[in-house]
């Protein structure tokens, strides 16, 4: 069984909140949204308004998870949160308590900095993912964003303590998307498989942990 993610932030109303699109997406990319609407069905709605939150989320540390715990259509992601939001073992507090600053300053500069590219070329979150993703694509503004993933992921591994593992960040082919649309700017197989089996026995310690009553 998979330990589940309970823990609510303490603020009684957040101005904004992290909001992902569920349904058959190439990419598991996150943004925040403002807390004054009726969201719909459609959206996978995070109640924490977190730099840091958002950073472990749009790692690819928690990619990886997503697309090996989510649903498919088509070999596209179905981001279902009670597979993979509620059993990702979280290495940050989701409770509102920063943990780690640098990873909290990342986050904040991938959401700047992403959003004035957005702004800049007047693209959408899927075109802008398929320009990050294409090596083509050399201009400094997508390398600086390149560059920016990369030291998050960095700074989420550490923050597991997964010192040892190598994560071979650069362009990839992976096995999860169709052949003419697999190159990603992610982790390498090997890290992949190291990152799930690393995540997945964390998660089976933090539930042994736990007392589940008449479970």
Excluded at 35 to 44: E, I
Aim: hydrophobic fraction near 40%; aromatic fraction near 14%; glycine fraction near 4%.
């Amino acid at each position: 069984k998979h330990l589940r993610n309970t823990a609510t932030p303490n603020s009684p109303f957040l101005e904004r909140v992290i909001v992902l699109l569920r349904g058959a997406n190439k990419y598991c990319c996150f943004t925040f949204a403002d807390n004054k609407y009726l969201f719909a069905d459609s959206l996978c709605v995070i109640a924490s308004s977190s730099y840091e939150v958002f950073a472990f989320l749009s790692s690819d540390i928690h990619a990886i998870w997503a697309f090996e715990y989510g649903s498919r259509r088509e070999e596209r992601l179905s981001y279902t949160p009670t597979t993979v939001f509620e059993t990702f073992p979280f290495a940050c507090d989701l409770t509102g308590n920063q943990v780690s600053e640098r990873i909290s300053a990342l986050g904040r500069e991938l959401f700047e900095t992403r959003s004035e590219y957005l702004l800049t070329h007047d693209l959408g979150m899927t075109k802008f993912y398929n320009e990050f993703h294409d090596p083509r694509r050399a201009a400094p503004d997508i390398c600086r964003l390149r560059d920016i993933q990369c030291e998050m992921n960095l700074a989420v591994k550490d923050a597991y303590g997964f010192d040892d593992l190598d994560l071979e960040i650069g362009f990839h082919k992976v096995a999860y998307l169709p052949e003419s649309k697999n190159v990603l700017f992610t982790v390498g197989e090997a890290a992949r498989e190291k990152l799930l089996f690393k995540l997945s026995t964390l998660n089976k310690v933090r539930y042994a942990g736990k007392d589940h009553g008449n479970e």
